[in-house]
C-alpha cells in the first residue's frame, strides 16, 4: 500500500516513524523545505501533559498517550540514529503567584493522583528551600509534574526521519505539493456525490510532477489551508455537473418514470451557489480553504548565563503566566544556557500575520527576570520567531478525514502542542489507516 505524507515538521516524521514500523506500506514524505522547519524549528518543545488542565476524553487521551510513547521512543530514536537527544527528565515546575487559584491545582493534583499520575503542591518553605534562584517575593507556591518532559524539537524531528529512514521510508525534500486536484476522469482524482465518504484521491501534483497513493496525510502545517484553498469550490462545481448531467438524464428518465425528480445538493455546508447568493449573486465565489489552519505568532529568546540557576542537579522546565524558562540541552550538556519564551499574537481578521511586536517580546523577557532575577545578567545571544497553526473555529488538533475523501487524512492544526501530540497524532493515523 502506497502512502504519501506531506509535510516534514515533527507531527509528518512522527506519523512516517510510527507507519515505518508497520509492514507491507511503501512511504513517502514530501517536504518544500528540509526537516524540522516551520513551526517545529521555533518551538521549545514544552510537554505540557500532566500539568494541564486537561483531565478527559481526547485530550487527555492524546496527552498520557504521548508522555509514553516518548519514554518509548527517546531511546529507539537514539540507538537508531546516533543522536544525542536533549530530553529533560526532571519534569515540570509551575510557578504560582499570588492571583493564581491553589484551589483549582489541589483539584488537579487530586485527578491526578486517581489517574496514576503525581503532582506535588509545594508551600513557599519547600519552595525556597529547592528554588533558592527563584523570586521568592513573586512567586508563593509551585506545582511540581516529575512525569512532564521538554525535549529539542529539531534534533527529535531529524532522529525521527533518520529512524524512518532506517526503516525505509523515501524523502523528497525540496518539493512543493501545487494542488489537490479534483476530476471525474477514470484513473484519476474522483468524488462521488453520496455518500460524501467515497471521494477517492489517486494523485496529488507537487513540483516533481504527479505523485500517486492509496493514502494522502497532510501534515503540513500551516500549508493545510492552501492546499485545501478552492478545494471546497472544485467539489461543488464538479457536484453541480454531475447534477446537471443526472439531471439531463432524469428528464429524459423522467419522460418514462414521472416520479423521478433530480434533486441537487450539497454536503459541504457552503455551496458554490451559496457563497455567490452571499454577494449578491453577481460575484464568481471567492476560494477559501476547506480547512482553515491561522498563524499565530511567537517570539523567543535565548539567554547565555554560563551556569545554572540554582541546583545545577535539579533543572526543570519552569513555567508561571505563560511563560517557559527551559534549559537547554538538558540530560546531555551542563546546564548553562536558557530558552524563554513565548508571546502569543494573533493575526488579523483575515488571517494575515501581523508584524512581531516588540513590546510583548520584551514582556516575557522582564516576567522571566523577575521569575529568576539571575536572568538580568545573562547575555541574549539569539531571539527568533515562528508561526503556530491554529485550526479556525474548531479546537486543535485536527486529525480527521478530509472532508469529502476517504483516503486524505489530515494531521494538522496542532496549535500550542504539536510537539506534545506528534506521537499520539500518528497513533491516531496508523489506526485509521491499518
Ligand atoms: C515559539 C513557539 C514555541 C512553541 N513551543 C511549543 C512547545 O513548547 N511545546 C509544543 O508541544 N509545541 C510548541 N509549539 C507549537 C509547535 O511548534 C507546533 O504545534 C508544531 O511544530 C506543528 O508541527 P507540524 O509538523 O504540524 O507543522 P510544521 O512544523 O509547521 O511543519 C509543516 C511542514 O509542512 C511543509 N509544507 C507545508 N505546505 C507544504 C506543501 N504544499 N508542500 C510541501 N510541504 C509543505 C512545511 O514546509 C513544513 O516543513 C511552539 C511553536 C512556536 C512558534
Not at 512516517?16 to 511503501?26: C, F, I, N, T
Not at 526532571?90 to 485527578?111: P, R, V
Not at 522546565?317 to 511563560?323: P, R
Amino acid at each position: 500500500m502506497k502512502i504519501v505524507i506531506i509535510g516534514c515538521g515533527i507531527v509528518g516524521s512522527a506519523i512516517a516513524y510510527e507507519l515505518s514500523q508497520v509492514k507491507g506500506l511503501d512511504i513517502t514524505v514530501i517536504d518544500q523545505q528540509p526537516p524540522a522547519q516551520a513551526s517545529t524549528g521555533a518551538a521549545l518543545g514544552v510537554l505540557m501533559g500532566v500539568i494541564s488542565h486537561k483531565t478527559k476524553g481526547k485530550p487527555w487521551r492524546m496527552r498520557q498517550q504521548s508522555l509514553e510513547l516518548y519514554e518509548r521512543w527517546i531511546p529507539e530514536l537514539e540507538a537508531v540514529s546516533g543522536r544525542k537527544i536533549p530530553f529533560n527528565r526532571q519534569g515540570i515546575l509551575s510557578l504560582c503567584t499570588a492571583e493564581e487559584d491553589l484551589k483549582g491545582w489541589e483539584y488537579l493534583a487530586k485527578k491526578r493522583k486517581s489517574q496514576g499520575f503525581q503532582l506535588e503542591i509545594w508551600d513557599s518553605v519547600k519552595f525556597q528551600q529547592i528554588c533558592p534562584h527563584v523570586n521568592q517575593n513573586k512567586v508563593i507556591a509551585a506545582v511540581y509534574s516529575p512525569q512532564d518532559r521538554q525535549l529539542d524539537p529539531t534534533t527529535l524531528t531529524l532522529a525521527l526521519v533518520d529512524g524512518a529512514l532506517k526503516n525505509g521510508v523515501n524523502f523528497k525534500f525540496g518539493v512543493k505539493v501545487l494542488e489537490i486536484p479534483v476530476s471525474s476522469e477514470a484513473g484519476e482524482n474522483t468524488l462521488s456525490p453520496l455518500p460524501l465518504s467515497e471521494g477517492v484521491c489517486r494523485e496529488i501534483s507537487t513540483s516533481e510532477g504527479k505523485i500517486t497513493a492509496d493514502w494522502f496525510i497532510i501534515a503540513a502545517g500551516l500549508g493545510t489551508s492552501s492546499l485545501t484553498t478552492g478545494l471546497q469550490q472544485k467539489i461543488d462545481q464538479k457536484k453541480q455537473g454531475e447534477t446537471e448531467q443526472a439531471g439531463e438524464l432524469s428528464e429524459v428518465e423522467s419522460n418514462l418514470r414521472p416520479d423521478v425528480l433530480p434533486c441537487p445538493r450539497s454536503d459541504f455546508g457552503v455551496s458554490a451557489q451559496s457563497n455567490a447568493d452571499a454577494h449578491g449573486g453577481s460575484l464568481p465565489p471567492a476560494p477559501f480553504p476547506l480547512i482553515d489552519i491561522r498563524p499565530v505568532l511567537g517570539q523567543a529568546l535565548h539567554f547565555h548565563v554560563g551556569h545554572a540557576l540554582g541546583n545545577p542537579d535539579f533543572q526543570p522546565a519552569l513555567t508561571g503566566n505563560d511563560v517557559h524558562i527551559v534549559p537547554c540541552a538538558a540530560g546531555i550538556l551542563p546546564t548553562t544556557d536558557y530558552w524563554v519564551g513565548a508571546t502569543v499574537e494573533f493575526p488579523d481578521e483575515q488571517g494575515k500575520t501581523l508584524p512581531a511586536d516588540s513590546e510583548l517580546l520584551s514582556s516575557v523577557k522582564q516576567q522571566a527576570i523577575e521569575f529568576c532575577p539571575q536572568l538580568a545578567n545573562a547575555t541574549i545571544t539569539r531571539t527568533w520567531s515562528g508561526l503556530r497553526p491554529r485550526p479556525e473555529g474548531r479546537a486543535a488538533p485536527v486529525i480527521d478525514h478530509l472532508p469529502g475523501f476517504s483516503n486524505i487524512l489530515l494531521a494538522t492544526g496542532h496549535y500550542r502542542n504539536g510537539v506534545l501530540l506528534a506521537p499520539a497524532s500518528a497513533i491516531a493515523i496508523r489506526e485509521m489507516i491499518t
